[in-house]
């Protein structure tokens, strides 16, 4: 089955940037979307950001001119470049994958941004 694994998650001050990653197993194949959502304390988990296997990409408003995901099909990896980071992007970011109808999860990374 497939399996994602974030890394990348950190303590960085307000202001600062950093990039997530997310290592998929074996290779996707066809029409997909991977993204990025994350979880803060208390709250909802969200969508963040997504790109399909188009290249084709969402984001939340929050985060957009902010953010940016890409993704490395050789590589089997999809990333977030985050910049500018605010106290209120702290959170659990949480890798996903949809294919053929099926949803795959990470099991997240924790960026904490401090002010």
């Known amino acids: 089955q497939v399996q994602l694994v974030e890394s990348g998650g950190s303590l960085v001050q307000a202001g600062g940037s950093l990039r997530l990653s997310c290592a998929a197993s074996g290779i996707i194949f066809g029409i997909n979307v991977m993204g990025w959502y994350r979880q803060a304390p208390g709250k909802q988990r969200e969508l963040v950001a997504t790109?399909?296997?188009?290249?084709?990409?969402n984001y939340a408003d929050s985060v957009k001119g902010r953010f940016t995901i890409s993704r490395d099909n050789a590589k089997n990896t999809v990333y977030l470049q985050m910049n500018s980071l605010k106290s209120e992007d702290t959170g659990v970011y949480f890798c996903n994958l949809q294919i053929v109808g099926m949803d795959y999860w990470g099991k997240g990374t924790l960026v904490t941004v401090s002010s």
């Open positions: 790109m399909d296997s188009g290249g084709r990409t």
